[in-house]
């Protein structure tokens, strides 16, 4: 039999992390360097890559990797109705009657679901980075100025999303 208490402990920590995921996602911008200068990758939340359309759009093949960037950047309807499935599950865990058998299958499956559908989703986003540096790289081939961008130490969000801390101050 599964602990109730146990498993809304959980259910608040991994709240407590998908929010820092996607509140440390929007705070941070990504830079590029291009002439010796600063450009901003992203440079409004809906168009992620779009600071370097103006560059990659010279060369036809880095701008169909951007373009497929961008359109795999999109929210997709299918994650959207999978965590609101699973965050309905969850609220209605918690005001379902007395069985507890029910309350715990509604928690568990919303957990899951929603678990499942972010692990699938920052799977595909981490994958589709790919198209980024693809299209970068096929631009630094045959134009100038050169695009200097390093997606895996570019942004703090990346670096915090792989890491769990746990601190104890001691005091006698």
């Known amino acids: 039999m599964v602990n109730l208490k146990a498993v809304k402990n959980v ?16 705070t941070c911008s990504r830079i590029a360097t291009i002439n010796y200068q600063d450009v901003l990758v992203d440079t409004d939340s809906s168009q992620k890559g ?3 359309r103006y560059h990659l759009e010279k060369d036809p093949i880095a701008k169909s990797y951007l373009d497929v960037y961008q359109e795999n950047s999109k929210i997709k309807w299918q994650n959207t109705l999978l965590g609101t499935v699973g965050t309905g599950m969850l609220i209605s865990s918690f005001v379902a ?3 507890i058998d029910r309350r715990q299958t509604l928690l568990v499956g919303g957990l899951a679901m929603i678990a499942i559908n972010f692990l699938v989703a920052r ?8 198209n980024l540096t693809k299209a970068i790289d096929e631009y630094n081939k045959r134009n100038l100025p050169k695009i200097f961008f390093n997606t895996e130490n570019n942004t ?3 670096k915090k999303d792989f890491g769990v801390s746990i601190n104890k101050d001691w005091s006698f």
Not at 123 to 130: A, F, G, P, R
Request: no cysteine; proline share 0%; glycine share 6%.
């Open 50 to 52: 779009e600071g370097l």
């Open 11 to 26: 259910f608040l920590v991994l709240i407590f992390i998908f929010n820092s995921a996607a509140y440390s996602a929007e």
């Open 97 to 99: 009657g007395d069985d």
């Open 123 to 130: 799977t595909l986003e981490k994958s589709n980075e790919l």
């Open 156 to 158: 703090e969000s990346d």
